[in-house]
């Protein structure tokens, strides 16, 4: 298996690792330079490592999803 993918390749990855996210989605962060790509002709090529780092948020670039039950107060 090769770490590098296209978006529709990296959609199936991401959702067979637990990981939703819609092929929408994922176009819409290439074409705002969210995730880093690299093109070949007009395919855009994910490393799927930074794609998981991304969407669990490692790295402290963005806060992870809370782990309370709503409407409880951690505190």
């Given at each position: 298996m090769t770490n590098v993918v296209t978006i529709r390749e990296a959609v199936e990855l991401a959702r067979s690792d637990g990981l939703p996210v819609s092929e929408y989605t994922l176009r819409r962060w290439v074409k705002t330079g969210t995730i880093p790509v690299r093109t070949a002709g007009r395919k855009a090529l994910i490393f799927y490592p930074n794609l998981v780092r991304f969407l669990t948020c490692q790295g402290g670039g963005d806060v992870p999803p809370?782990?309370?039950?709503?409407?409880?107060?951690?505190?």
């Open positions: 809370s782990t309370t039950k709503p409407g409880v107060n951690p505190l």
